[in-house]
């Protein structure tokens, strides 16, 4: 789809003019001025004063007009970037109401493309604002449909339980150890994971990295008097290394961090049921840890072959209740819908198969076609389930959890996602992943250690973000792991700092 935009020629426009757009076409490319053969012209009016007015016509090529407008007071008492974005928010009002016009499609989540809609509601709760007039606020600025609303208050209202203080944690740090190593990559992955097979050089080598960043963030934690509310074994997949291995990690767990016996939760992804064992389980139990996941994606074997997960629908179900037996008491499985081949059948299949199990929280995905993935690289090659169909699998999840007594608890979205819906975890109640709702509502620092492992330095005072990322293949990271260490002390200093402190 070629979308020809005229009358607005600052760029800053255009990646957001681009995203909307990627809502409605699998493949679309925006041109800033008169384009003679595009399939559709779209003509902006635009007037700031004391009102941002914006004004549009759509012409396709079959000689279709469509018209619409859009008008909303200026807040004036904020910086210029704050003002540019009330404008850029006017000007995706009037850009998406056109597209929806004109192709019959209806976005949820309005102009949204950001990944974490629950911020917003956040936000306004914060603030004190009614939660009828925040509802109103969300429907008007961003044109999100009342379901999504309502979706994102469930949420919400449901972290705020899970964590009361919630917006009071800048005092406290989470963290996040990645682990960049898993028994096959799958196609539509694009974490740090490495087939671990033939490698135990490199895992080695990463490893005793991995332990030099957790004694030296460790020790400066200790010294400043920082807790940690979570930690999270993420990757990858953690459970692929030794049983010795994973010892040794936790070891160094207690060892170098602060007030192990008080956080409030660590949790590690055993999300290969192939790299599940009664000796990896047996530590996990040694260092009280009982919080992980075992990830089947899909009950339907052939899809799992085709997505380059070699283990099988039984072994995830014998890991599972070998997981249970072994005094595992807070287990999550992940579903996606969309996968390759799979509809409406195999998605309940998968679902009557999780109700023989019920693990204490389900987080259901829907299929992204990320950048560097084999999948967006090799599309022809997948065939995925139509939007509708997609939409309704999402509806036959949120039924079908509810009537099982799981609630919603974080959300998050993604570019290129099927049927430009969302990410949602459920869980029994009291049962959340705190670690989930920290990383979504980013409320606090999360400290990334290990390869691949994204750090976000969260400024007590004033909310900046500050991202930080450790390389993502393992001899980067193994030649550089000191000097990654040192820069995260560097901004850790700055941030908790007598000025920047919170205390």
């Not at 910086?79 to 850009?95: G, L, P, R, S, W």
């Not at 449909?145 to 964590?163: G, N, T, W, Y």
């Not at 200790?222 to 979570?230: H, Y």
């Amino acid at each position: 789809m070629r979308i020809s935009i005229i009358g607005i020629e600052d760029e800053r426009f255009n990646r957001q003019l681009q995203l909307i757009a990627n809502l409605f076409f699998e493949e679309s490319e925006i041109f800033m001025g008169i384009q003679s053969d595009a399939d559709v012209q779209i003509k902006f009016t635009l007037q700031v004063q004391d009102l941002v007015t914006v004004e549009a016509e759509l012409k396709d090529q079959n000689g279709k007009v469509l018209f619409t407008n859009y008008q909303k007071k200026m807040i004036l008492s904020v910086t210029v970037k704050e003002q540019f974005k009330q404008i850029k928010n006017a000007v995706a009002h009037v850009y998406l109401t056109l597209l929806q016009d004109w192709t019959g499609i209806t976005q949820k989540w309005g102009v949204l493309t950001g990944i974490r809609p629950t911020k917003l509601l956040h936000r306004k709760v914060q603030e004190g604002i009614p939660q009828k007039e925040a509802h109103q606020q969300l429907k008007e600025d961003y044109l999100i449909s009342d379901e999504k609303i309502e979706l994102m208050q469930h949420i919400v209202d449901r972290q705020l339980a899970v964590v009361p203080d919630l917006y009071s944690l800048q005092k406290e740090v989470s963290i996040y150890i990645g682990i960049p190593f898993c028994p096959t990559k799958c196609a539509y992955c694009t974490f740090p994971a490495y087939a671990i097979n033939g490698r135990q050089g490199s895992v080695d080598s990463f490893l005793g990295g991995l332990h030099y960043e957790m004694q030296k963030v460790g020790a400066w934690l200790k010294e400043k008097g920082v807790r940690i509310t979570t930690v999270y074994y993420g990757g990858g997949t953690p459970t692929s290394i030794t049983a010795e291995e994973m010892d040794m990690l936790y070891e160094e767990m207690y060892t170098s961090f602060p007030d192990v016996e008080n956080i409030r939760e660590i949790t590690v992804e055993a999300g290969r049921p192939d790299t599940i064992t009664p000796e990896k389980l047996e530590i996990l139990k040694k260092w009280n840890i009982d919080r992980i996941s075992i990830n089947p994606q899909s009950y339907t074997q052939e899809t799992l072959k085709a997505i380059g997960r070699h283990h099988t629908v039984t072994e995830t179900i014998e890991k599972y209740h070998l997981a249970r037996q072994m005094g595992m008491n807070n287990i999550n499985m992940d579903l996606i819908i969309g996968l390759p081949g799979e509809g409406l059948d195999e998605f309940t299949h998968s679902l009557t198969e999780t109700e023989k199990l019920m693990p204490e929280s389900l987080t259901v995905h829907t299929l992204s076609f990320k950048r560097a993935s084999e999948m967006t690289k090799n599309k022809d090659k997948y065939k995925v389930a139509p939007r509708q169909e997609v939409e309704k699998m999402m509806e036959l999840a949120e039924n079908w959890t509810k009537a099982h007594s799981y609630v919603p608890y974080y959300l998050y979205r993604q570019k290129n996602i099927l049927g430009n819906l969302e990410n949602v975890g459920y869980s029994f109640p009291n049962q959340e992943s705190i670690y989930n709702i920290m990383i979504m509502e980013e409320q606090q620092t999360i400290i990334g250690l290990g390869c691949g492992a994204a750090s976000k330095f969260i400024n007590p005072v004033t909310g900046k973000i500050t991202h930080f990322a450790n390389p993502k293949d393992p001899k980067s990271y193994n030649d550089n792991f000191e000097k990654y260490t040192q820069d995260k002390l560097t901004i850790l200093e700055e941030l908790f700092s007598e000025e920047g402190s919170p205390a």
